[in-house]
């Protein structure tokens, strides 16, 4: 089960993800009526098809009594290996977290593991995965960024025979041809769009008015937006007041005053926020407390990504944040690890993609990560026996 929390984002088109989202999404019934219960200004512009599934799924992904439903077989741990791990900026904190667990993971399996800050800019990530190509590892990972980006050190890898896995590199998980990676791990965007998304227009019974934070430099990021306000979009009394595109790099400087510009535009029409990474409302915190605003909200924030530390500390202790879709960082970085060794036994990826799950202080029980249980133990066999 999940009811325990081991310690513990390049421009593609969404054209197809966001029609499938769209066809997911999609409920008629729409109009009329709302939910009692509901915190916005008013439910009378609601729709209850949508609302009632919204509820159901906020329920589901809620639930920590769900069994690890990964890999339980595969090759044997190929000794001697070594990886780079190519971060696009070690201060986002879902890219530090992976690095962490790729960092565990690789001390499991025997291997070594160097870390190279790509700092967040175009140059600096492309100097990093130079770099990379240069050492010759056994294997490279993609840790949040296009590769499409530095197309020339990805060729330069792939010429010199290193298989590249990538982590939230590309929209999709699993393998890419285009650019090339042996798997991409992440969850699905649509799911964890949908999952914050959801749980706007559930707590608020179908009433609210929606700021967006996202980084738009970030197609992965952009995506994911898109999908969250699409299905914002699919109950008529949620508004979405905002769309603020904020590159994470700048997300400490430029937060602040673009939430208290938001504030005292908005005032109490601002009643929810989703980010597409919670590091946003770490940054709007003082804002919110110069405000005057309560802690445990309105507004009420959802992060969709990435379930760091620092979120679920936030969200225990209802300071400016009240839920995550975490990624599970952890299991990710260890993911990536019996990724690699699936490669160098010539073996195809796993196609393990971890379920959405929504972490709040009720469900979390003071934990400050969300990773499925039994994943540790269960790639270790695989690689151990």
Not at 173 to 189: A, M, W, Y
Not at 193 to 201: F, L, N, T, Y
Not at 305 to 320: L, T
Request: proline letters at 8%; a neutral charge.
């Amino acid at each position: 089960m999940y009811a325990k929390y081991p310690n513990r984002r390049t421009a593609l088109a969404a054209a197809t993800l966001l029609a499938a989202a769209a066809g997911a999404t999609a409920i008629a019934g729409c109009g009329g009526g709302g939910s009692p219960n509901a915190t916005g200004p008013s439910a009378a512009a609601g729709c209850p098809a949508v609302l009632q599934e919204a509820k159901a799924a906020v329920q589901r992904a809620e639930s920590t009594d769900t069994a690890w439903n990964g890999p339980t077989s595969g090759p044997a741990a190929v000794p001697g290996k070594t990886l780079v791990y190519v971060a696009q900026t070690m201060t986002n904190p879902g890219v530090a977290g992976v690095a962490k667990g790729v960092r565990e993971a690789a001390q499991a399996i025997g291997w070594n593991v160097r870390v190279i800050d790509g700092e967040g800019t175009p140059a600096g990530i492309q100097a990093a995965l130079s770099q990379a190509v240069t050492l010759k590892p056994s294997g490279i990972v993609i840790g949040g960024f296009d590769p499409r980006l530095t197309s020339q050190q990805v060729a330069r890898a792939e010429a010199a025979g290193i298989p590249l896995i990538g982590w939230h590199a590309v929209s999709a998980p699993g393998p890419s041809t285009n650019p090339r990676l042996f798997t991409n791990v992440t969850t699905k965007v649509e799911e964890v769009a949908k999952a914050s998304a959801d749980w706007v227009i559930a707590r608020s019974g179908g009433a609210a008015g929606v700021v967006v934070f996202t980084d738009d430099s970030i197609p992965f990021a952009g995506t994911k937006s898109k999908l969250i306000e699409q299905r914002l979009a699919a109950c008529p009394g949620v508004e979405l007041l905002a769309h603020k595109n904020i590159p994470i790099p700048d997300a400490s400087r430029r937060t602040p005053q673009e939430v208290a510009s938001l504030l005292s535009r908005f005032q109490k029409r601002w009643t929810y926020s989703v980010a597409i990474n919670d590091l946003y409302f770490d940054d709007a915190a003082p804002a919110f407390r110069a405000a005057g605003k309560p802690g445990a909200g309105p507004p009420f924030n959802i992060g969709a990504g990435d379930g760091d530390p620092s979120a679920f500390r936030r969200i225990n202790s209802e300071q400016y944040q009240a839920a995550t879709v975490p990624e599970p960082l952890s299991q990710q970085g260890w993911q990536i690890v019996d990724e690699f060794n699936r490669a160098f036994a010539g073996q195809p990826a796993s196609g393990y993609v971890a379920p959405v799950h929504i972490a709040t202080a009720e469900n979390s029980a003071g934990a400050t990560s969300w990773d499925p249980e039994g994943y540790q133990e269960a790639y270790e066999k695989i690689w151990h026996g």
